[in-house]
């Protein structure tokens, strides 16, 4: 049999799906002719079908320089290159198909995905109109068209664009999973969520719908919903990290703190390389959620946290000394790193500092890592002498970005909260690194050299659980702005209602059994009092979850008041329906502390063992509400019997509340980035 009947009977038996005799084929022709063109191209095509990526490119690439005219062969070689993401070369190559087939509108669209890939947005676009002028009812043009505009934020016109493949073609898969896609970065969770059930009715195999339905479904606050599909992500692709890493914080969310660290060290047993894509994300997720969970001691917690570092920490980090600006009359240059210069709690402890740095002895740089910016952030921008968007930046690039602004003290807000930027500080872009506010527990990194605090929080003896130096700040150690336009304080809904109502707007994952165990006995010593529990989670089985929880502590549901929206005066106005606020623990609720005080709402608190579990007493010693501090579940008790006890006096109180924490060193903005920045020049006077 000659070798072009031994190809013809391969390329059937390959059209057939039966790769392995097809393959054998291909090999025995190329034993015989090591540079037959079509075999090598076959042969190519066969691996890249298996996902052998690096053997197709080798093999395509031979084929097209056997036959360097050839314009299927290059394209196919454009194609395996695009999947090994070597975009800019994958566009050279359609250029040469384009040359010599210049109307050949699948090179068309292939290369404009690879040009947009790039980031050519104006080219990409050119290619595809190309090719829709000359085949405009060709609904992969159109799918190419919505995911340049997509690229380049333009939502309304990627949707268009999508819309019209799937008219000409109503079971375009992909223009499905893209329609929704679109439809979630333009805020309409809803519709795209829609879009990908679509998808998944032609395709109930297809990763891809099943995990950006999961985000969307998160996004509406699903989580049954979410869980499934992550689940169902992970059926299809088991080792899909990123599936993992959401599924592991959807979990969290809902207060299922045990099988998320669970889901997340199974990501880190995956691979022991610390480069692994998701692992450093991973272990972060892993470390926050640890900290939520009552059964790890503090000395437990910084063991995992030094693991962390060590295993992150850049060699180029190790034993640097820089100089840095005292000289008189030199300003300092301070860079804060954050996510959430936006509608996030922590702009309410940043924004102030900002505000009131003082401009002519420190330059202010902001790092905003902000995924969604918007009017709090526009409010931020022109606080700072600098403002950069690292949103879409990779951290190699944020390094760079330090070291060309010659930052002087570099302040990580986030520790390991969701999307942080330790990886930068692990490179030690700055002389001077200090981690504050975002992150109540060490970062695990050698690299950042002090750690902001006060002697409430981290009392003396704490310091053994720092990797960092500590560094007190004088009578607490954040100061606190309200939003503006708050509502007013309102009189005492126990008055109206006739009895005591307790609330709690924390977290769920705050919600461990042992706070639970403690607020079902309080309720059972207070028999007419309710627990009102808010929070835009509480949906579908975490709610039946919750309930559960107390009547197995003989707290019947008819006394747990569970919410999940918000009226129409915003989340502070949750406030107006609760007396006395009950703290959490091991990690306990500054910010909503913060936010009852400022409503007239006391706060019962449990001073804890660590930073996560005294930051609420910190605040209320500020306050002057030391009153309101136990150090055991017998004085928790107590404490907020009492208070439920005297309506009259916890009338009053709430009445004079605001006005109390208005005139405390708390809300003293002005004096705290005072005592802020004499600890940056104490940073820098150790350094020089």
Same mark, same amino acid.
């Given at each position: 049999?000659?070798?072009?009947?031994?190809?013809?009977?391969?390329?059937?038996?390959?059209?057939?799906?039966?790769?392995?005799?097809?393959?054998?084929?291909?090999?025995?022709?190329?034993?015989?002719?090591?540079?037959?063109?079509?075999?090598?191209?076959?042969?190519?095509?066969?691996?890249?079908?298996?996902?052998?990526?690096?053997?197709?490119?080798?093999?395509?690439?031979?084929?097209?320089?056997?036959?360097?005219?050839?314009?299927?062969?290059?394209?196919?070689?454009?194609?395996?290159?695009?999947?090994?993401?070597?975009?800019?070369?994958?566009?050279?190559?359609?250029?040469?198909?384009?040359?010599?087939?210049?109307?050949?509108?699948?090179?068309?669209?292939?290369?404009?995905?690879?040009?947009?890939?790039?980031?050519?947005?104006?080219?990409?676009?050119?290619?595809?109109?190309?090719?829709?002028?000359?085949?405009?009812?060709?609904?992969?043009?159109?799918?190419?068209?919505?995911?340049?505009?997509?690229?380049?934020?333009?939502?309304?016109?990627?949707?268009?664009?999508?819309?019209?493949?799937?008219?000409?073609?109503?079971?375009?898969?992909?223009?499905?999973?893209?329609?929704?896609?679109?439809?979630?970065?333009?805020?309409?969770?809803?519709?795209?969520?829609?879009?990908?059930?679509?998808?998944?009715?032609?395709?109930?195999?297809?990763?891809?719908?099943?995990?950006?339905?999961?985000?969307?479904?998160?996004?509406?606050?699903?989580?049954?919903?979410?869980?499934?599909?992550?689940?169902?992500?992970?059926?299809?692709?088991?080792?899909?990290?990123?599936?993992?890493?959401?599924?592991?914080?959807?979990?969290?969310?809902?207060?299922?703190?045990?099988?998320?660290?669970?889901?997340?060290?199974?990501?880190?047993?995956?691979?022991?390389?610390?480069?692994?894509?998701?692992?450093?994300?991973?272990?972060?997720?892993?470390?926050?959620?640890?900290?939520?969970?009552?059964?790890?001691?503090?000395?437990?917690?910084?063991?995992?946290?030094?693991?962390?570092?060590?295993?992150?920490?850049?060699?180029?980090?190790?034993?640097?000394?820089?100089?840095?600006?005292?000289?008189?009359?030199?300003?300092?240059?301070?860079?804060?790193?954050?996510?959430?210069?936006?509608?996030?709690?922590?702009?309410?402890?940043?924004?102030?500092?900002?505000?009131?740095?003082?401009?002519?002895?420190?330059?202010?740089?902001?790092?905003?890592?902000?995924?969604?910016?918007?009017?709090?952030?526009?409010?931020?921008?022109?606080?700072?002498?600098?403002?950069?968007?690292?949103?879409?930046?990779?951290?190699?690039?944020?390094?760079?970005?330090?070291?060309?602004?010659?930052?002087?003290?570099?302040?990580?807000?986030?520790?390991?909260?969701?999307?942080?930027?330790?990886?930068?500080?692990?490179?030690?872009?700055?002389?001077?690194?200090?981690?504050?506010?975002?992150?109540?527990?060490?970062?695990?990194?050698?690299?950042?050299?002090?750690?902001?605090?006060?002697?409430?929080?981290?009392?003396?003896?704490?310091?053994?659980?720092?990797?960092?130096?500590?560094?007190?700040?004088?009578?607490?150690?954040?100061?606190?702005?309200?939003?503006?336009?708050?509502?007013?304080?309102?009189?005492?809904?126990?008055?109206?209602?006739?009895?005591?109502?307790?609330?709690?707007?924390?977290? #769920? !994952?705050?919600?461990? &059994?042992?706070?639970? $165990?403690?607020?079902? *006995?309080?309720? /059972?010593? +207070? =028999? @007419? %009092?309710?627990?009102?529990?808010?929070?835009?989670?509480?949906?579908?089985?975490?709610?039946?979850?919750?309930?559960?929880?107390?009547?197995?502590?003989?707290?019947?549901?008819?006394?747990?008041?569970?919410?999940?929206?918000?009226?129409?005066?915003?989340?502070?106005?949750?406030?107006?329906?609760?007396?006395?606020?009950?703290?959490?623990?091991?990690?306990?609720?500054?910010?909503?502390?913060?936010?009852?005080?400022?409503?007239?709402?006391?706060?019962?608190?449990?001073?804890?063992?660590?930073?996560?579990?005294?930051?609420?007493?910190?605040?209320?010693?500020?306050?002057? #509400? !030391?009153?309101?501090? &136990?150090?055991?579940? $017998?004085?928790?008790? *107590?404490?907020? /019997?009492? +208070? =439920? @006890? %005297?309506?009259?006096?916890?009338?009053?109180?709430?009445?004079?509340?605001?006005?109390?924490?208005?005139?405390?060193?708390?809300?003293?903005?002005?004096?705290?980035?005072?005592?802020?920045?004499?600890?940056?020049?104490?940073?820098?006077?150790?350094?020089?």
């Amino acid at each position: 049999m000659t070798m072009h009947n031994l190809l013809s009977q391969a390329v059937v038996l390959h059209r057939a799906g039966d790769l392995d005799a097809a393959e054998k084929i291909y090999r025995d022709v190329l034993r015989a002719e090591p540079k037959n063109p079509d075999a090598l191209h076959l042969l190519g095509v066969v691996c890249r079908q298996r996902g052998d990526l690096d053997c197709a490119l080798e093999l395509l690439k031979k084929a097209c320089f056997e036959s360097p005219s050839n314009p299927l062969f290059i394209s196919d070689w454009a194609d395996a290159l695009q999947d090994n993401k070597l975009y800019r070369e994958a566009v050279a190559c359609y250029a040469r198909v384009l040359s010599i087939d210049p109307d050949n509108v699948q090179a068309l669209v292939k290369s404009a995905l690879a040009l947009k890939n790039t980031g050519d947005f104006e080219t990409a676009l050119i290619n595809v109109q190309k090719a829709l002028r000359i085949k405009p009812d060709f609904p992969q043009a159109h799918n190419a068209a919505g995911l340049v505009c997509a690229a380049r934020e333009k939502y309304e016109e990627a949707i268009f664009y999508f819309r019209e493949a799937l008219r000409l073609d109503a079971d375009f898969i992909e223009a499905y999973s893209n329609l929704g896609n679109a439809q979630s970065a333009a805020g309409d969770f809803n519709a795209a969520i829609v879009s990908f059930k679509e998808a998944l009715s032609r395709n109930p195999d297809f990763f891809e719908a099943y995990y950006n339905m999961g985000n969307c479904l998160r996004e509406t606050n699903n989580f049954d919903e979410a869980i499934a599909c992550y689940k169902a992500a992970l059926r299809v692709k088991p080792l899909s990290v990123g599936s993992m890493i959401n599924l592991g914080e959807a979990l969290q969310t809902i207060g299922n703190f045990t099988e998320s660290e669970t889901v997340y060290r199974k990501i880190l047993a995956l691979s022991d390389k610390k480069n692994a894509p998701g692992y450093a994300m991973a272990y972060s997720n892993l470390l926050l959620c640890m900290n939520y969970n009552p059964a790890y001691s503090p000395e437990q917690l910084r063991e995992e946290h030094l693991r962390f570092g060590k295993l992150f920490l850049s060699p180029q980090a190790e034993a640097k000394r820089y100089n840095v600006r005292t000289t008189p009359g030199t300003k300092i240059r301070i860079g804060y790193v954050s996510p959430d210069f936006c509608m996030h709690p922590a702009s309410r402890f940043i924004e102030p500092i900002l505000r009131f740095h003082d401009k002519t002895a420190f330059d202010i740089f902001c790092y905003s890592d902000a995924i969604r910016p918007d009017e709090i952030s526009e409010k931020m921008r022109p606080l700072c002498t600098s403002w950069r968007d690292i949103s879409k930046t990779s951290d190699d690039q944020v390094v760079e970005l330090i070291k060309s602004d010659d930052i002087d003290i570099l302040v990580d807000l986030s520790g390991h909260t969701a999307h942080n930027r330790l990886l930068v500080f692990a490179k030690k872009p700055a002389p001077i690194q200090a981690s504050y506010l975002g992150y109540p527990n060490t970062t695990g990194l050698s690299a950042i050299d002090y750690y902001l605090s006060d002697n409430m929080v981290d009392p003396m003896g704490h310091d053994r659980f720092y990797v960092e130096k500590l560094l007190y700040l004088e009578n607490c150690f954040c100061t606190f702005m309200p939003y503006e336009n708050t509502p007013s304080v309102n009189y005492l809904p126990a008055k109206k209602a006739g009895h005591i109502t307790f609330g709690s707007l924390h977290t #769920l !994952t705050r919600l461990n &059994a042992q706070v639970i $165990d403690l607020w079902s *006995a309080l309720l /059972r010593t +207070l =028999a @007419s %009092s309710r627990l009102c529990i808010i929070r835009n989670t509480l949906v579908g089985s975490v709610r039946e979850r919750l309930y559960t929880e107390f009547e197995t502590r003989g707290i019947s549901r008819a006394r747990i008041d569970m919410q999940n929206t918000l009226p129409p005066g915003g989340h502070m106005a949750l406030f107006h329906d609760i007396d006395i606020s009950l703290d959490t623990f091991p990690w306990s609720g500054h910010t909503t502390a913060c936010e009852s005080l400022w409503m007239g709402v006391p706060v019962v608190t449990l001073c804890g063992d660590r930073h996560a579990g005294r930051m609420v007493s910190s605040i209320l010693t500020a306050a002057g #509400l !030391t009153d309101c501090i &136990a150090h055991t579940h $017998d004085e928790y008790i *107590a404490i907020a /019997r009492s +208070l =439920a @006890s %005297s309506p009259d006096a916890l009338r009053d109180l709430r009445q004079g509340l605001r006005d109390r924490m208005a005139q405390s060193v708390l809300c003293d903005a002005k004096g705290f980035t005072k005592r802020l920045e004499d600890a940056y020049q104490k940073m820098a006077s150790r350094l020089s």
